[in-house]
């Protein structure tokens, strides 16, 4: 089971993609409460040049509350990263965690339908790109 879902786009800019991404996710119920910029990280943190590449922490309240309630170190996993990227080739890859991949190891069967619940609203936002 692969622990991310991945799609890239071609002939779009990476701000744009940024953007459609966010709005896929409040689509899906889903709040970015980070946004990290890891190239500007590592150019400031490092003086070291890297590609675009930014990673957004996507929290659905509902189903985090959720969690949280069956689970309470569950938090350790949250909130849920979606990760945009330039490749290569200047195009722009979007990955998105697989929850029920980085939830096998916790022993909560209550955590199940959460998870499933999570993997479904991501493919959808990973798809509608």
Do not use: W
């Not at 070291?48 to 985090?64: E, S």
């Not at 309630?69 to 330039?86: D, F, K, R, Y």
């Amino acid at each position: 089971m692969s622990y991310y879902f991945r799609k890239t786009l071609k002939d779009v800019s990476f701000e744009e993609v940024i953007d459609r991404v966010t709005d896929e996710l409040k689509e899906e119920g889903f709040g970015v409460l980070t946004d990290i910029d890891v190239k500007a990280t590592f150019k400031k943190k490092l003086d070291k040049d890297f590609r675009q590449y930014r990673i957004l922490g996507a929290c659905n309240p509902h189903y985090a509350y959720k969690a949280l309630s069956a689970e309470e170190n569950i938090g350790t996993m949250l909130p849920c990263n979606v990760v945009v990227q330039e490749t290569e080739d200047n195009d722009v890859a979007i990955s998105a965690i697989n929850p029920i991949a980085s939830m096998q190891a916790v022993e909560n069967e209550s955590l199940g339908e959460i998870a499933g619940t999570i993997v479904d609203k991501l493919k959808r936002v990973i798809e509608k790109l």
